[in-house]
């Protein structure tokens, strides 16, 4: 089994991941990330969340991108805001010791003029949504001219929330050359569509099987009726005091149709 140090990541990574208590990689991080530090090369990644995708995408993007430029070089897009704070989050730890690293999270429902002056600031990463992220491009907020590295994280579920015309738009204002990073859980038609209009000869991974859940995750499900979604989802969040809020919403917004606010 290899270490973190056998990956090829620089000290100031080695250090943070210390400080976060990671051992050895995952096996999505194992079979990504020296391909993605070693070769400028596009990537399809079918991997669940809890695989620790966040950081096989995330290692290599800290580690290749110039930190002494204040210029935006890595823009990471996922389809909810809990998502792109969770990643913007965990990216601010992995790069604990980046000195002058400076990740900005973008998303809707929150001050576009805060953060737009965040960006100002000299953002080497956004994490966006790409809703939000489409709006501050328009009105000239972000530069994206400059960007090296895009994700796509949890594309499936961006094509899924009907994103699929904001991706394409913002993508296609980033220069040609750069590398894109795909990572999904699944692979339906409309996943595979984007990869092969945005991505150049993109290298594949797979971690677990195909359109399987990872062992990390239990799920359970409850049949309520339409009417008594509310009740159950606070039932359940009672019951789970150590759910995250962020996930509880999250799961609030992916699988009840509809709900838009719990009372
Ligand atoms: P993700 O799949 O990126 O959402 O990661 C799931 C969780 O696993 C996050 O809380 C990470 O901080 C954590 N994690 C990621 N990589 C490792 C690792 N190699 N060892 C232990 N925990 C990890």
Not at 170 to 182: A, C, R, V, Y
């Amino acid at each position: 089994m290899s270490t973190f140090q056998d990956l090829g990541l620089n000290e100031d990574l080695l250090k943070g991941i210390t400080d976060l208590g990671f051992e050895t990689p995952s096996e999505v991080q194992e079979k990504a990330i020296p391909i993605l530090l070693n070769e400028d090369t596009d990537l399809v990644a079918l991997a669940q969340t809890g695989t620790g995708k966040t950081a096989a995408f995330g290692f290599p993007m800290l580690q290749k991108i110039d930190i002494d430029s204040r210029t935006t070089q890595g823009l990471i897009l996922s389809p909810t805001r809990e998502l792109c704070l969770q990643i913007a989050n965990e990216m601010k730890a992995y790069g604990k010791y980046c000195k002058g690293l400076n990740v900005v999270a973008i998303y809707g429902g929150s001050s576009i003029t805060d953060q737009a002056r965040e960006v100002k600031r000299g953002a080497q990463i956004i994490v966006a949504t790409p809703g939000r992220m489409k709006d501050m491009i328009s009105r000239r907020l972000v530069d994206i001219t400059k960007i090296q590295y895009s994700v796509l994280d949890e594309a499936d579920e961006m094509l899924n929330m009907g994103f699929k015309e904001d991706i394409t738009e913002i993508l296609s204002g980033t220069p040609e050359d750069k590398n894109t990073w795909l990572f999904s859980a699944t692979m339906p038609k409309e996943v595979a569509t984007i990869a092969r209009k945005f991505m150049k000869s993109p290298q594949e991974i797979t971690v677990g099987h195909k359109n399987e859940s990872t062992d990390n995750v239990s799920h359970e499900y409850y049949l309520v009726n339409a009417r008594d979604r509310y009740q159950a989802l606070k039932r359940l969040a009672d019951a789970n005091p150590r759910y995250l809020f962020g996930d509880f919403l999250s799961y609030q917004t992916r699988y009840t149709k509809g709900c838009r606010k719990l009372n």
